[in-house]
């Protein structure tokens, strides 16, 4: 069975400094993985996602993750962060099993402040 | 290009109430999903469908029902409401069958079941 832990409920940081929200995942088959955010009372949107390849991935504003299949994590960063990327960020993984069911983690609330 | 509406935004119901919470997308997109969104266990799956006419169940079914007469439209039903289906419902579509696929999702409804 696939699982997504993500390690941190909250992560306040001042702008512009750097951060890191992490993201374990476990499956016993090929994942395909997943960063969505969620700003305050609207729905998901895809941040990035890694399907293969290069284990680096970047995605929209500025955030990127890197893949780890020896530490089974997907971290995501952003170099400097911005009063506007204050939102809920989930981490999701998909396996190669079949059907189709995405698993969410818990969520990371990132607050930045002023 | 409205991608995936959600009606109502919110909602408040006596315990015992049957309600139906509307979820429309005009992407053309085969797969549609609901979720449940709870503080700190992130989107848990209720039920999903690969196209119209053929539904399944995921991880939270019970006291769900939905159906898919159209590729446009994925209602969910609560045929008896508790106090523990207050929640926030996300519905999301995606354009094709697999976990690789990007889900879209709705603003959402917020529930209260008194």
């Known amino acids: 069975a696939q699982s997504v832990t993500q390690l941190d409920s909250q992560v306040p940081v001042f702008e512009e400094a750097p951060v890191e929200l992490r993201c374990n995942y476990s499956s016993s088959v090929s994942v395909y993985l997943f960063w969505y955010v969620q700003y305050p009372n609207q729905g998901l949107q895809l941040l990035l996602k890694?399907?293969?390849?290069?284990?680096l991935v970047k995605g929209i504003n500025g955030f990127e993750a890197e893949f780890n299949k020896s530490q089974t994590s997907f971290h995501l960063r952003k170099p400097s962060v911005h009063i506007s990327d204050t939102a809920e960020y989930f981490c999701?993984?998909?396996?190669?099993?079949?059907?189709?069911?995405?698993?969410f983690g818990a969520g990371t609330r990132l607050f930045v402040k002023a | 290009n409205a991608g995936v509406t959600q009606t109502p935004k919110f909602q408040v119901l006596k315990t015992g109430q049957s309600m139906t919470l509307q979820c429309a997308q005009d992407?053309?997109?085969?797969?549609m999903s609901w979720y449940r969104q709870d503080p700190g266990m992130g989107l848990r799956l209720i039920h999903y469908s690969v196209g119209a006419g053929i539904t399944d169940q995921g991880e939270v079914p019970n006291g769900y029902n939905v159906s898919r007469s159209t590729t446009e439209d994925f209602p969910l039903r609560l045929l008896s409401a508790a106090p523990s289906q207050t929640s926030v419902y996300f519905c999301a579509s995606s354009p094709y069958r697999g976990q690789k696929e990007t889900q879209y999702f709705g603003p959402g409804t917020r529930l209260l079941v008194l």
């Open positions: 890694y399907l293969s390849g290069s284990t």
């Open positions: 999701a993984v998909g396996g190669n099993t079949g059907g189709f069911k995405t698993i």
């Open positions: 992407m053309n997109h085969e797969y």
